[in-house]
């Protein structure tokens, strides 16, 4: 069983910065691709960034240039630095993983982790 625990969120100031974390463990171990999604009331759920375990990134246009994905693989854990915070950036942040016991380029995604509460200011 496959869990992901989010963690960082928190408030910032527009023009902020907040760093977001993913800790992903249990099986399957391969963690073929993973994502940052955000959801706010009154909208859809929003993809926000994602990663493939070989490497590409692909970026919402709203956090292209401000945000950044990345990968410890050691640590199986998946980060999203966000710089240039803004009120737009408010949100629940999940975390997305296709778990799979076989590399797969799909990012067609079967783990969900409980989220973590981002709130930027004016």
């Known amino acids: 069983q496959v869990q992901l625990v989010e963690s960082g969120g928190g408030s910032a100031q527009s023009g902020g910065s907040l760093r977001l974390s993913c800790a992903a463990s249990?099986?399957?171990?391969?963690?073929?691709?993973m994502a940052w999604f955000r959801q706010t009331p009154g909208k859809e759920r929003e993809e926000v960034a994602t990663r493939r375990y070989d490497g590409p990134t692909s970026y919402a246009d709203s956090v292209r240039g401000r945000f950044t994905i990345s990968l410890d693989n050691a640590k199986n854990t998946l980060f999203l630095q966000m710089n240039a915070l803004n009120p737009e950036d408010t949100g629940m942040y999940y975390c997305?993983?296709?778990?799979?016991?076989?590399?797969?380029?799909?990012?067609?995604?079967?783990?969900w982790g409980h989220g973590t509460q981002v709130t930027v200011t004016t």
């Open positions: 249990g099986s399957p171990e391969r963690r073929s691709c």
């Open positions: 997305a993983a296709t778990s799979t016991y076989f590399w797969t380029s799909s990012c067609s995604f079967n783990n």
